[in-house]
C-alpha cells in the first residue's frame, strides 16, 4: 500500500484527529483512513431506509405541527 505524508496541519486540526480517533478508539492513522473513505467513496442510498428514518422523524415531530405561519415568522426573524 502506498503512504501518503501530510504536512503542515495546524495544530487544532490535528488535535480533533486525535480527539476523533481516542473516541472511536482507532489509531490516528486508522481515523484518518475512515474520514477519507467517507468522504471519497461513495455509499449506496437503501431507499426504503431513509424512508424508515423519514417515518421515525414524522413520528417524533407529530405533537408539534408547523403551519404556514410559522414558517413565515421563522424566515423574517432569519432576515433580520
Do not use: C, F, W
Amino acid at each position: 500500500m502506498p503512504t501518503l505524508t501530510v504536512k503542515n496541519i495546524p495544530d487544532d486540526l490535528y488535535q480533533q484527529l486525535k480527539q476523533r480517533a481516542a473516541v472511536h478508539r482507532r489509531s490516528l492513522n486508522s481515523e484518518i483512513i475512515v474520514l477519507l473513505e467517507q468522504a471519497l467513496r461513495p455509499r449506496p442510498v437503501d431507499p426504503e431506509e431513509v424512508i424508515a428514518q423519514a417515518r421515525a422523524l414524522r413520528e417524533k415531530t407529530a405533537a408539534y405541527p408547523i403551519t404556514d405561519a410559522d414558517l413565515q415568522a421563522a424566515k423574517v426573524a432569519g432576515r433580520a
